[in-house]
């Protein structure tokens, strides 16, 4: 019921010019669906379930007549759009080429190193820059890293790359860390902070380069 209030709350507080609780249904659904034309599918199905919540409980325990949302959903749902995605060639090339890039100081290193994890681990954004030194162990029977990766909604799953494919690059950041004495509990940090930073890394310069630039989402996402 927080949820809901708190949802409801924000949009009166931005849109109280527009919104009105005892507007008409054709009202309703074109404040609503102007509201969510910037939004996800899966928000806009969060945002309906919430809704129903409340309704449901007027409903139930104020003894208010009110009606189901769930047949309005398909009005708000949007055309799905698929992902970019580089083609088996243009993923070879990339990987080739950021493994033979100069790397001259530390940020470099790192976006590197990251970038590699991402294609061969298909890691999340968020999830490679939540790493921490304690989620990474070197598993020399199989010669591979494995990573403890903590998903979507808290759940852990286990990712392993091989160590010859990024080995080398692991512990020159590593090693490059250490001599700057940086130390943080979190693999891409580059300073002594204990939180985990967000950044974007752009990999439209290198796909310009390998003629692979994409209409859209030409960031880390498109690795996965």
Known sequence: LGNILQMLESLLTLHNDRFAPNMSEEEFLAYFHSLSQKLKNSTISKYI??????????????NIKVCCLKSIRKK??????LP???NQSQFREFIDFTKSMKANNLANKRDRLIMLIVSYTGMRTKEVWNLRYSDIAKDNFSGTYVFRIQGKGAKMRLASVKIELIG???????????KLGIKTPYLFNLNNSAIPIQKSINLKPILERLNAVQERGNYLHLLR
């Open 49 to 62: 379930i919430y809704l129903d919540m409340f309704l449901r409980y007027m409903g139930e325990n104020l």
């Open 84 to 86: 970019s995605f580089l």
């Open 76 to 81: 708000f749902a949007k055309e799905r759009i």
């Open 168 to 178: 080398e690059f692991m512990q020159d950041f590593i090693k490059s860390k250490e």
